[in-house]
């Protein structure tokens, strides 16, 4: 199937820092993509739609200043995570649609925040 | 939106055949049915997705019933290594370029020697 990339797997930051998580798709093109978190023995919650050329989609609840959502070409988007804290610390997961009904996940980065 | 509701979790005997349940009563006529698993810190693994007809590929065959209220996922010979979290998911709109996919609990699979 096609490939989706997260950057970095894991990362380790101290509280009140900003975290960037790259997700590409390696071998196709996405208009569309989607962040999740996951937190322990949970399953995974949407976070937001993110739109090549536009302003992303949050779900409800998911405040926008905090995640920032970047989709700077057809392979790549960013989640920023603004000044993080302990209770953000999570699995973050992005997938891609191709335009096939196909829709692929990356590996997750894992978060943790002290 | 379409919901789904699976069990919580299941066992199957290495070698045989698992097959996974899941209800969607609620979906509409265009809504696509997709099965992912997740095996414990990796992201999910895409398995099949179907509309309205059975689906066949490498890794699973996916059982549509005709009024599409509810599918079963099937691995033919189970092995240790699909021990995992299966998730039934309907999309939610987007055409064939995406749409949203809401997770649910999902079904723990337990595949035993």
């Known amino acids: 199937g096609a490939v989706v990339s997260q950057h970095p797997s894991w990362v380790i930051c101290k509280s009140g820092t900003s975290v960037k998580i790259e997700c590409r798709s390696l071998d196709f093109q996405a208009t569309t993509m989607f962040w999740y978190r996951q937190f322990p023995k949970q399953s995974l919650m949407l976070m937001a739609t993110?739109?090549?050329?536009?302003?992303?989609?949050?779900e409800q609840g998911v405040e926008k200043d905090k995640f920032l959502i970047n989709h700077a070409s057809l392979t790549l988007s960013t989640l920023t995570v603004t000044s993080a804290h302990p209770e953000d610390s999570s699995f973050y997961i992005c997938?891609?649609?191709?335009?096939?009904?196909?829709?692929?996940f990356g590996p997750g980065t894992r978060l943790t925040v002290l | 939106d379409a919901k789904t509701t699976q069990p919580t979790s299941m066992d199957c005997a290495e070698g045989r055949a698992a097959n996974l349940p899941c209800n969607h009563s609620?979906?509409?006529?265009?809504?696509?049915v997709y099965w992912y698993r997740q095996i414990h810190s990796q992201g999910p693994q895409y398995i099949i997705h179907g509309l309205k007809n059975n689906e066949t590929n490498e890794m699973a065959s996916l059982i549509i019933t005709e009024d599409r209220k509810s599918s079963t996922l099937i691995l033919p010979h189970a092995t240790l290594r699909d021990t995992a979290v299966y998730y039934c998911?309907?999309?939610?709109?987007?055409?064939?370029?995406?749409?949203?996919?809401?997770f649910g609990q999902g079904t723990e699979l337990s595949v035993k020697p």
């Open positions: 609620t979906i509409s006529g265009n809504e696509y």
């Open positions: 997938s891609a649609p191709t335009g096939n009904n196909e829709q692929f």
């Open positions: 998911i309907v999309r939610v709109g987007g055409g064939n370029q995406g749409g949203k996919l809401i």
């Open positions: 993110s739109n090549e050329g536009s302003k992303a989609t949050y």
